[in-house]
């Protein structure tokens, strides 16, 4: 089984190593382990990605935390967390984005602050404050 659903905490998670080849639309929290291949895009409450993902299709949540070293389409949220290693097309966020080092983003939308730690390459960025300093 790729796929485990706890209805008690609304949870859905996503074993490591899996490929889901469909679009998955989850009321509540979803978790996906290490290596996992989305071919479609994700709808979610929140979504936790693990190192080493891949989602191609477009990430819709309240909360994104994006694994080390992931790569993603689009991720169009409010709050989003992207730790090291990344590459990604677009995020387009209405509240804080956070982007830790050595990512590269070809655009960057936050609709309060965007805080870059670390040597990041980002093509556009748009946001009420961008803070960046290298740690």
Same mark, same amino acid.
């Given at each position: ?5 706890d %209805?008690?905490?609304? &949870?859905?998670?996503? %074993? ?12 509540? %929290?979803v ?9 479609? =895009?994700? +709808?979610?409450d +929140? ?14 949540? +309240?909360?994104?935390?994006? =694994? ?7 991720? %169009? ?23 830790? =080092?050595?990512?590269?983003?070809k655009? &960057? ?7 870059? +730690? ?18």
């Amino acid at each position: 089984m790729i796929l485990l659903v706890d %209805k008690s905490k609304n &949870v859905l998670i996503v %074993k490591k190593n899996s490929t889901i080849t469909k679009n998955i639309r989850f009321s509540g %929290k979803v978790i996906a382990g290490i290596n996992c291949c989305f071919l479609g =895009g994700i +709808e979610c409450d +929140e979504l936790y990605l693990s190192k080493g993902c891949e989602v191609c299709g477009e990430i819709r949540c +309240e909360r994104v935390v994006v =694994g080390a070293y992931t790569r993603f389409n689009t991720i %169009k949220a409010v709050d989003v967390l992207v730790l090291r290693g990344c590459i990604g097309n677009a995020i387009l966020a209405d509240g804080d984005v956070r982007i830790m =080092g050595e990512c590269v983003i070809k655009e &960057v939308s936050a609709g309060s602050n965007l805080l870059i +730690e670390g040597n990041s390459k980002i093509g556009k960025m748009q946001a009420r404050r961008i803070l960046a300093y290298e740690t």
